[in-house]
């Protein structure tokens, strides 16, 4: 065996050798923020909100514009059965639990609005106007 290939195998034992936790690479990934765990959404706030497309029959991408929440040009929104209670950020009515609701997808760190929701029926209002 050469030098160079002994001195590597010292150095591959020896981090070896660290006390590292070990990673297990088939555990399932967990959101840091769960829709559950979020604070309820301002409904004083009054963004400006456009329905740009519906990709998909549960999806719907969403054009946001607020002074306090951000600027969100295509966010996509997810159709969910909530299980709090809300005011439609669209349409300024209550939402109760178990209404189809819209909220933005949470991946990663959650967006500024990532509380709000829109009932799907106003969704499904606001969609045939904006297609014409």
């Not at 088939?26 to 923020?33: E, F, N, Q």
């Amino acid at each position: 065996m050469s030098n160079s290939a002994a001195a590597w195998l010292r150095t591959v034992a020896a981090i070896g050798s660290f006390d590292m936790p070990s990673v297990s690479w088939a555990a399932p990934r967990r959101r840091s923020v769960t829709r559950d765990r979020l604070p309820s959404w301002d409904a004083t706030s009054q963004p400006t909100i456009s329905v740009l497309e519906r990709p998909t029959a549960d999806t719907v991408m969403i054009s946001w514009r607020d002074a306090c929440t951000g600027h969100y040009g295509y966010q996509k929104w997810r159709l969910f059965t909530t299980r709090k209670r809300g005011v439609c950020a669209l349409s300024g009515r209550p939402i109760a639990p178990g209404d189809s609701v819209y909220a933005p997808q949470l991946l990663g760190s959650a967006p500024g609005n990532a509380a709000a929701m829109v009932l799907a029926a106003c969704i499904d209002a606001a969609r045939p106007a904006e297609a014409a």
